[in-house]
C-alpha cells in the first residue's frame, strides 16, 4: 500500500506491506534509527514519537494509519545545532547512560513540558511511567526534565546534586 | 552552558551524550550492510523433550527465504564454546532433544525480518515430550534427570569456611555446633528464596556479520560486552586466527551480565554469512530474549546466624541450591562462586557457606547485574537481620560489633580470600549520620502510635570487583577456552597524534557506564590535555589488540588503571621531549593544557604541537637517543581483586489492606574507593539500587511446572517505573585501594547487591506488629497481603 506523511517536516512518500510498524517504517524505509524498538508490545516505550504533536509508541501503529500524519522524530529535536532543552537536560543532569531509552525519553518529556512546563516530581514521573529505563534509576532523568522545565521558564535550574570530589 | 573540568575527581559532562540524545548514535540493529539477510529461530515449546524428526520443507519454499539450517548442518562446529563448563554445553541448535522452552531448533534466513519469522512458523517439528526438571529441590535429589546420558542434575557444590581447606570447614562446622550447644546462644535461620531474574537490558541482543570471501574474514557486529571473547570463540570455532575475525560493539544499549555470554546464535548468524557469502542480521525480539537469553540468580536456601542473646555473632551458615537452567554457558557455574568470595561479607565471623548448582530444564543462568553478590549479601543480611530481631538488639550495632576491624593491608577474610583495604565501620557510622537514624526511627514509631506500618531496613555488603588477577584463571575463569589468554587483565593504549589530538584505545565493551568521559579524564589528569581532544575507543578487536570486556565492575580498577598508567608513561616520554628541545632536565618539566614549562621559569615554554610535532619527526630529537612516536600500551595484571562496600537504609511504608510497599526513603553510602567522575558514580548507584529494588518487588521469572515460560513480555515481567522509585540519598566513604595505581575499587553492581535486602528487612520492620518474619521477594502487593493475613490467623 502507498502512504505519503510528513517526518520531521519533509514529505515522505512509500510503498509499505499493511503490516509494517511504524517504527520499522521510520527505522528501515527512512534510515531514521534514533527512534528504538525495546520489546515491539507497547510496554517499554523506546519507539516513542510524536505524531499529530502527541506522544505514541510507534510500534503500536501501522505504517499505514501514519497516512496523511504529521511525525516527528528525535532527530527533530535540535534545531540548527541548538539542542531541546530537554537535551540539553539529559546532558547537564547525567539523565542517560546506555542511551537507548533515551531518544523515547525525550520525546514523552518534551510533550510533557509542552502542556505543563513547571510540573511536580509525581507529574513528571507519571508522565515517562510508559518509558522504562534499566540504567539511571529515573533520579536524574527526573531531575533533566526539571532542568529543562526551568530552562523553559528562563529560570536558573536547580545545581545538581551528585557529591563533588572524592 | 555545558560545564568541564578534566581533573581526576570532576564531575565532567560525558563525551557519548550529544550523539545519543540526538538519535545519532549507533547500536547494532542500525548495522545493515547493503544485501543484509534476516535470521528468525524456530524455537521449542517444550521443557524437555525428544526430538523425532524436523521438516523444514514448507519454510525453505516461502517467499524471501534464502536458507533453513537445522542442527544437522551445524554439528560439525561443536557445542557453543563456554569459559567454565564442567559437564554440559549448549548444542548451536538443539539436536536430539530440547531441553528448556525458547531453544533454538532451526534458523531461517529470509530478505526480511518479516518474512524469515514467517518462515519460522512453517517449521514442522515431531516432539515427544518428556518429564521436566523444575523444582530445584527435586533437581538436587534426581527425582528425575534433565540429561539421561549424565547421572545427577547435580553439577558441583561450592563449599568454603574457609575455601580450599577441609580441615578448616572441618573445624569451622565445629566451632559453630559448639556454639549451638552453649546456654547463651541462638541460632536464628531464614529459609528464602532469591528468585530468578531476567537481566533485561532496554536494547534487545542483536549481531550483524560479513563475511569478506575475498579475504577469509568475519566482520561482526554485536551487541556485546565482551566482544575479545566473541572474537576467540569465532576465531577458534571457525580455525581462524585474531587478524581475520573483528568484533565491533557498538553503543550498546545496556548490559546488567545478559550481554556478558558468547551466545549460539552469534556463530550461527556468523555460520550463515560464510555460507551465504552476504550480511547476515538477527535482532531478538523481547519474547524470545525472554526465554534464550540468560537469566541470573534462582537460588533457594537456609541462612542461620548463631549468637549469644546480647548480640555477639559465633556463626554464620549457609546452605543453598542454585539453579543453572538447562545448560552451561559462559560463566554459569562460575556465579555461585562469585558469592562464595564474599560469602562472610563485613564480618569476623566463623562462616560455613555451601552451595550445590544443579541443572533444570531451564533457561541457563549466568550473572545478571552483581552476579552471585546479590544472593550472597541477601542471606547473610536477611539472617544478620532475623537474628538482630530476635535478640531484640538494634542491628545496626549487632553489625558493627561483628565487622572485620579497619585494615589497609590484605586481610583475609573467613571465608579465605584476602582483601585488599577496608573500613566498615566508618562507613556505616556516616551512614547513620547522614540518613539521621535516630530521627527516622522516630518517625518510624510515631507513624506506628498512628496506626501506619513504616519500617527501616538497614544492610552492609561486601564486594569482590576488578577481575582479575591471573591466579584467578588457575580456579578455571579464564578466557582460554575462546583461545584468548588466561588471566582477566586490563590493557589500554595511549597514543598523542601529530596534532595533539589523543587517542585512547582500551579492553572494555561498556553498555552505558562512560568510559569515554572516565578514560578521558584519567588520561588528561597525566597529560593535562582537555578532555575535549580525547576520544576513547572500545569495544572493537580490530583496534585493541587484546581485551576482556565489561563486567563485574571491572573496568576502571584495571583497563582504566592500564590506561592510567600508559598515560603516566606518555607523559613521562612528552617531558624527555620537551627537556631535549627546552634544553632544560625532565625532573624541571612540568606539563599543562598548553604544553609543558620549566619549573620556576614561565618563560621557559613549549606548545604541545612542537612536542607532538617532534615526537613524528625524529631528527627534530637530534641526538636524544629518544624514539620517535608518542604512545604507550599498558597490560595490567592487577595482584587482586577489589573489594568495595557499603551500607544501605530503606524506609518503607506498607499499606495493610493491599498488601502495597512504598519506598520513602532509600540512602546509600557507598565506598567504591577513588571516585573518577562522581556524577557518573553517582547514577551507577541510583540504577543499581533501582534494579535491586525491582527484585526485592516486582521481578520474578516464573515457569509452571511443566517448565512453560509465564513471563515472557514485560507485563509479565514488570521492571521499575519511574513511578515505582524515589530519589535516592547518595553518599559515599572513600577507602582507596592499594592495587592499582588510581586507588579506584568498582561501582557498577554495588547499589543491586545493597539493595534487595534493605528493602526487605524494611518490609519485614514495618510488618513487626502482625509478627511477620519474612517474606519471599518479590514483596508484590498479594504477597505481602497474604502474610499480613496469615500472620493475622
Not at chain 2, 139 to 153: Q, Y
Amino acid at each position: 500500500m502507498q502512504v505519503s506523511m510528513t517526518v520531521n517536516e519533509r514529505e515522505v512518500s512509500a510503498h509499505v506491506e499493511n503490516r509494517t510498524l511504524l517504527v520499522h517504517f521510520l527505522r528501515e524505509e527512512l534510515r531514521l534509527t534514533g527512534t528504538h524498538v525495546g520489546c515491539e508490545t507497547g510496554y517499554c516505550g523506546a519507539c516513542t514519537v510524536h505524531v499529530d504533536g502527541k506522544p505514541v509508541k510507534s510500534c503500536t501503529m501501522f505504517a499505514v494509519q501514519a497516512n496523511g500524519a504529521d511525525i516527528a522524530t528525535i532527530e527533530s529535536m535540535a534545531s540548527n545545532g541548538d539542542l531541546h532543552p530537554v537535551q540539553e537536560g539529559f546532558w547537564e543532569r547525567h539523565g542517560l547512560q546506555c542511551g537507548f531509552c533515551t531518544p523515547g525519553m525525550i520525546m514523552s518529556a518534551a510533550s510533557l513540558l509542552e502542556e505543563n512546563n513547571n510540573p511536580s516530581e509525581g507529574e513528571i514521573r507519571h508522565a515517562i511511567e510508559g518509558n522504562l529505563c534499566r540504567c539511571t534509576g529515573y533520579h536524574n532523568i527526573v531531575r533533566a526534565v526539571e532542568y529543562a522545565g526551568a530552562k523553559m521558564r528562563g529560570e536558573e535550574p536547580a545545581p545538581p546534586d551528585w557529591e563533588e570530589g572524592s | 552552558m555545558v560545564t568541564t573540568t578534566s581533573a581526576l575527581g570532576g564531575s565532567v559532562r560525558r563525551r557519548e551524550d550529544p550523539a545519543l540524545i540526538q538519535g545519532k548514535g549507533t547500536y547494532t540493529d542500525d548495522v545493515t550492510p547493503h544485501g543484509t539477510a534476516y535470521v528468525a529461530f524456530a524455537r521449542s515449546p517444550y521443557a524437555h523433550a525428544k526430538i523425532n524428526s524436523i521438516d523444514t520443507s514448507a519454510a525453505a519454499a516461502a517467499d524471501g527465504v534464502v536458507a533453513v539450517y537445522t542442527n544437522a548442518d551445524v554439528a560439525h562446529l561443536g557445542d557453543l564454546l563456554a569459559q567454565v563448563k564442567i559437564v554440559k554445553g549448549r548444542p548451536l541448535l538443539a539436536g536430539g532433544e530440547v531441553n528448556h522452552v525458547g531453544e533454538a531448533v532451526a534458523m531461517v534466513v529470509a530478505e526480511n525480518s518479516y518474512k524469515a519469522r514467517d518462515a519460522a512458523d512453517l517449521i514442522e517439528v515431531d516432539y515427544e515430550p518428556m518429564k521436566a526438571v523444575i523444582d530445584l529441590k527435586e533437581a538436587a535429589s534426581d527425582v528425575a534427570l534433565v540429561h539421561d546420558e549424565l547421572e545427577s542434575n547435580v553439577i558441583l557444590a561450592w563449599e568454603a569456611g574457609p575455601w580450599g581447606d577441609e580441615e578448616g570447614i572441618a573445624a569451622t562446622k565445629q566451632t559453630i555446633a559448639d556454639a549451638k550447644d552453649r546456654d547463651d546462644t541462638v541460632s536464628v535461620s531464614v529459609e528464602a528464596v532469591n528468585q530468578r531474574l531476567m537481566p533485561v537490558a532496554i536494547e534487545p541482543r542483536s549481531v550483524v556479520a560479513e563475511w569478506q570471501a575475498g579475504y577469509g574474514r568475519f566482520v561482526i557486529h554485536s551487541s556485546s560486552q565482551v566482544p575479545h571473547a566473541l572474537m576467540g570463540a569465532v576465531k577458534t570455532t571457525f580455525g581462524l586466527d585474531a587478524t581475520h575475525v573483528q568484533v565491533i560493539a557498538p553503543e550498546v544499549g545496556g548490559g546488567f551480565g545478559v550481554k556478558l555470554n558468547v551466545y549460539a546464535d552469534e556463530i550461527l548468524v556468523c555460520f550463515a554469512a560464510q555460507q551465504l557469502d552476504r550480511p547476515v542480521k538477527w535482532t531478538e525480539t523481547r519474547r524470545e530474549s525472554s526465554g534464550s537469553s540468560i537469566h541470573g540468580r534462582g537460588w533457594v536456601g537456609t541462612a542461620t546466624i548463631t549468637g549469644t542473646r546480647d548480640g555477639e555473632i559465633l556463626g554464620y551458615e549457609l546452605d543453598a541450591i542454585a539453579d543453572m537452567g538447562a545448560y552451561e554457558q559462559n560463566f554459569t557455574v562460575a556465579i555461585p562462586f562469585l558469592g562464595l568470595f564474599v560469602g562472610s561479607g563485613q564480618y569476623n565471623v566463623p562462616t560455613h557457606w555451601k552451595v550445590t548448582c544443579v541443572f533444570t530444564n531451564k533457561m541457563t543462568t549466568d550473572a545478571c547485574r552483581g552476579a552471585g553478590r546479590p544472593e550472597a549479601a541477601y542471606y547473610l543480611e536477611r539472617a544478620i537481620d532475623a537474628y538482630a530481631r530476635e535478640i531484640g538488639v538494634d542491628p545496626i550495632d549487632v553489625r558493627k560489633r561483628a565487622f572485620v576491624e579497619k585494615f589497609d593491608e590484605a586481610t583475609v577474610s573467613p571465608i579465605g580470600f584476602a582483601m585488599d583495604t577496608g573500613d566498615y565501620a566508618t562507613n556505616l557510622d556516616k551512614l547513620v549520620e547522614v540518613a539521621d537514624y535516630e530521627g527516622l526511627k522516630a518517625e518510624r514509631d510515631a507513624a506506628r502510635a498512628e496506626g501506619r506500618y513504616v519500617g527501616i531496613g538497614v544492610a552492609s555488603y561486601c564486594e569482590v570487583c576488578g577481575f582479575a588477577p591471573t591466579a584467578l584463571s588457575e580456579l578455571g575463569f579464564s578466557w582460554s577456552t575462546y583461545g584468548l589468554p588466561a588471566g582477566f587483565y586490563g590493557t589500554g593504549l595511549v597514543r598523542v597524534n601529530p596534532d595533539t589530538s589523543v587517542t585512547v584505545i582500551t579492553g572494555t565493551g561498556p553498555s552505558g557506564q562512560g568510559h569515554q568521559t572516565t578514560w578521558a579524564q584519567l588520561v588528561s589528569d597525566r597529560l593535562g590535555i582537555p578532555v575535549e581532544k580525547i576520544r576513547v575507543i572500545h569495544g572493537d578487536t580490530g583496534e585493541a589488540p587484546m581485551g576482556v570486556g565489561t563486567f563485574g565492575s571491572r573496568s576502571v580498577a584495571v583497563d582504566g588503571s592500564a590506561t592510567y598508567d600508559a598515560a603516566e608513561r606518555v607523559a613521562t616520554k612528552a617531558k624527555d621531549i620537551a627537556a631535549h628541545l627546552l634544553e632544560a632536565s625532565a625532573d624541571d618539566i612540568e606539563l599543562s593544557a598548553e604544553g609543558a614549562s620549566v619549573a620556576g621559569s614561565p618563560d621557559s615554554s613549549i606548545e604541545w604541537g612542537e612536542i607532538a610535532a617532534a615526537a613524528y619527526l625524529p631528527h627534530r630529537l637530534g641526538e636524544s637517543e629518544i624514539e620517535g612516536g608518542l604512545e604507550s600500551h599498558v597490560i595490567f595484571d592487577p595482584p587482586n581483586a577489589t573489594w568495595p562496600f557499603g551500607s544501605h537504609l530503606a524506609m518503607v511504608e506498607v499499606d495493610p489492606d493491599t498488601g502495597n510497599v512504598e519506598i520513602l526513603r532509600y540512602f546509600t553510602v557507598d565506598d567504591c574507593g577513588i571516585q573518577v567522575n562522581p556524577m557518573i558514580v553517582a547514577g551507577q548507584v541510583q540504577g543499581g539500587v533501582t534494579h535491586g529494588i525491582g527484585q526485592a518487588l516486582l521481578e520474578d521469572v516464573v515457569y509452571d511446572e511443566d517448565g512453560n515460560l509465564l513471563t515472557s513480555s514485560l507485563l509479565d515481567y514488570p521492571i521499575p517505573t519511574a513511578e515505582d522509585v524515589p530519589f535516592y540519598e547518595i553518599s559515599s566513604t572513600v577507602t582507596p585501594t592499594n592495587i592499582n595505581s588510581i586507588g579506584a575499587k568498582g561501582i557498577g553492581e554495588a547499589g543491586t547487591i545493597g539493595a534487595a535486602q534493605t528493602v526487605v528487612n524494611a518490609v519485614v520492620d514495618a510488618l513487626e506488629p502482625f509478627g511477620v518474619k519474612h517474606v519471599d521477594m518479590p514483596l508484590r502487593p498479594k504477597r505481602v497481603w497474604a502474610a499480613i493475613q496469615e500472620a493475622r490467623g
